[in-house]
């Protein structure tokens, strides 16, 4: 059964550093690209960045260039959003997501990890 388990969001003041964890199960990450959205509340998910399988090539939303990282650990399954100078307008609820395609396409998403800045 594929799965994607989200964690490490937290309340944090502005300024501060997250950093989260998507874990997949039931299938090997090593071969699909890692997206990350949010959606913050009123809003509609956001598409924020995505770490390629092949060249680990990432790309990110103008939103967040130059404060997020996206990385992943393919023996661990994992993928990561390292998330600096957090500002009150990323709060949201953060998902990862891989596509994957087995005679169809499907998305495969988290069930979100909450991260709230505020001071």
């Known amino acids: 059964q594929v799965q994607l388990v989200e964690s490490g969001g937290d309340s944090v003041q502005p300024g501060g550093s997250l950093r989260l964890s998507c874990v997949a199960s039931?299938?090997?990450?090593?071969?699909?690209?890692i997206a990350w959205f949010r959606q913050a509340p009123g809003k509609e998910r956001e598409g924020i960045s995505c770490?390629?399988?092949?060249?680990?090539?990432?790309t990110y939303a103008d939103s967040v260039k130059g404060r997020f990282t996206a990385s992943r650990d393919n023996a661990r399954n994992t993928g990561y959003l390292q998330m600096n100078n957090l500002t009150p307008e990323d709060t949201a609820v953060y998902y990862c997501t891989v596509r994957i395609y087995s005679g169809v396409h499907t998305d495969y998403w988290g069930q979100g990890t909450q991260v709230t800045v505020s001071s």
């Open positions: 039931g299938f090997t990450v090593n071969y699909y690209s």
């Open positions: 770490i390629s399988s092949t060249d680990y090539s990432t």
